[in-house]
């Protein structure tokens, strides 16, 4: 299939390979947001006319869709937030924040992203609760085994990314929630690498909290989602308040909020953003998700098959199943091979990915990472690894 | 500059850095340059006595770029007084900006001289010069506080 008519980008000449960070977005997300600010721009939750009831529509429309891309029993378990960042400091500071007592253990492991590590740094000091490091397989995978080990008594939920964003390693999330929850233990998932690429169903999966990114996934930026088990979605403690989520409120400081989903979305959404995510989880739906994340691993596959034949290039993810290829070239610091491919139009990410201490167990400090999407082809590989192929990187880098 | 002098340079900093490896000895100035954003990690060490810039030392994991910058950083201002090396990263910094400078000023740093083609590397060649010029403005900041 070809994908240059959806996403101008691609006619561009430059070869995008960090779809970990943001993908593309197709035009009909961008013509939808357009559209909105075009044609219909109302606020939210004011639907006393027809303009602001049709905004209401969209973004109830939208909630659903988002429910039933994850399998959520009920769309008021979706809430809309910024982005994976704002939905997992909602998640770890107005839940757990409540939650956890005085010596109550958190469980996670070294190879996670900041978004979701320094929420738990923060709710661990302020609930005098103790993080503890699930220990990671030399090949840098978390097993139901080392889990097991690594809870004790105290332990009371256990956070952790279904899919890592530095060698992307698909944890037995299934396993471990099942185990979690015959101890008692509640999980939270920051999803933001593995909606965007293969089908998540938070119901088979039983997970009690999990957080996910429109702009990893299509989608616009500025837009994530918050999925929540009702029941602690109710006990969770706003950390905003303000306009759209309050039920009530006097001068005597008497305040009721709204039910969920509005209790945690205060103030006004980001409507353009929330119509435009719409539109990019009917693209995905059309493709399948099963073919994205069949087409990734292959388009993998083909990558490593051509890039494990230069001897100037270390891979350190070579059998993980789907589009994220980490690795560096011998003598030369990650930046510069960045810089290299830039002059080359290739785009690929260099550094710690915001998981700065996984170096502490992978041993080096940085990485190149290259992360393919469905619309990357076997052309766009073929132009990385016949860069890559050469013994004067450095000297062309500069 | 010709591009292969200017990549030779480059690169002989790079390989074959000076002024590489700190003293730790109290009598430096110390600095860390962790920049916010690419992932170079240098660590500076001024001397500065008498307003006369006396040595520099630095070390830490950078790219090509920094880690030659430093280098030939550390070789052009070592020995200078504060106030020419205040006008040597002028120069400099007009240099990596496009605006007007003195060549004769800058020795062999004036092989970044095209660096604003690559635009996400002047922040590597101007790294070190944001070191020391942190570093002077805390002296001069101390000076000002005492008068
Ligand atoms: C694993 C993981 N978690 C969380 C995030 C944060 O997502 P966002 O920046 O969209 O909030 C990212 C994004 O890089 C990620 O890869």
């Known amino acids: 299939m070809n994908f240059n008519k959806d996403f101008k980008i691609l006619s561009s000449g430059i070869t995008y390979l960090d779809n970990c960070a943001t993908t593309l977005k197709p035009s009909v997300v961008i013509d939808e947001i357009n559209d909105y600010y075009t044609n219909y721009c109302a606020n939210a939750h004011r639907g006393d006319y027809d303009l602001s009831r049709k905004v209401d529509e969209k973004i109830s429309e939208t909630r659903e869709k988002v429910a039933y891309f994850i399998n959520a029993k009920d769309s008021k378990e979706i809430i809309f937030t910024s982005g994976a960042t704002e939905s997992l400091n909602i998640i770890i500071k107005g839940f757990f924040g409540n939650y956890l007592k005085d010596g109550d253990e958190i469980l996670t492991t070294k190879a996670e992203h900041a978004s979701l590590i320094l929420p738990w740094f923060e709710v661990a000091k302020t609930t005098n609760s103790k993080i503890k490091y699930i220990d990671l397989n030399p090949d840098l995978t978390v097993t139901l085994d080392n889990v097991k080990k690594a809870i004790s008594k105290k332990t009371k939920v256990i956070s952790l990314a279904h899919i890592t964003n530095v060698i992307g390693d698909v944890r037995p999330i299934k396993e471990i929630i099942k185990y979690a929850h015959e101890n008692n233990i509640l999980v939270v998932i920051d999803a933001a690498q593995s909606v965007p690429h293969e089908k998540i169903d938070v119901t088979f999966l039983d997970v009690d909290f999990l957080a996910f990114s429109a702009h990893k996934m299509l989608g616009p930026t500025g837009v994530g989602v918050l999925y929540g088990k009702t029941k602690y979605l109710n006990d969770l403690k706003p950390l905003i308040t303000g306009g759209g989520m309050n039920a009530f409120f006097d001068s005597l400081m008497n305040v009721e909020y709204k039910d969920i989903p509005e209790k945690l979305e205060p103030g006004t959404p980001n409507v353009s953003g929330i119509i435009g995510f719409s539109k990019a989880i009917d693209y995905l739906n059309a493709l399948g998700m099963e073919n994205v994340h069949k087409y990734e691993v292959d388009l993998k596959k083909y990558m490593i098959s051509r890039l494990s034949k230069l001897k100037n290039v270390v891979i350190y993810n070579k059998d993980i199943p789907n589009g994220i290829i980490t690795f560096n070239v011998n003598g030369v610091f990650a930046q510069d091979v960045a810089a290299y491919l830039n002059k080359k139009g290739i785009c690929v990410r260099v550094g710690s990915h915001c998981a700065k201490i996984l170096s502490e167990v992978l041993g080096v400090k940085n990485t190149c990472r290259a992360s393919l999407y469905f619309y990357n082809t076997k052309e766009d590989v073929d132009k990385l690894v016949d860069a890559l192929d050469n013994d004067n990187i450095l000297y062309d880098s500069l | ?147």
């Open chain 2, 1 to 147: 500059m010709d591009v292969n002098l200017r990549k030779s340079i480059i690169l002989e900093h790079y390989q074959n850095p000076l002024n590489k490896g700190l003293t730790n000895d109290d009598s430096y100035i110390k600095i860390n340059m962790n920049s916010k954003t690419c992932i170079d990690n240098l660590d500076f060490e001024f001397k500065i006595n008498h307003g006369i810039i006396e040595d520099i030392k630095f070390d830490g994991e950078a790219c090509a770029i920094s880690t030659s910058s430093s280098s030939i950083m550390s070789d052009l201002l070592k020995g200078k007084s504060i106030k020419q090396a205040k006008q040597i990263i002028k120069n400099y910094e007009n240099m990596i900006n496009e605006l007007p400078y003195d060549k004769d000023l800058l020795g062999e740093a004036n092989c970044y001289d095209e660096i604003y083609k690559q635009p996400n590397r002047k922040k590597c060649a101007l790294l070190p010069y944001e070191g020391i010029k942190d570093v002077i403005d805390k002296l001069e900041g101390v000076k000002n506080d005492k008068k």
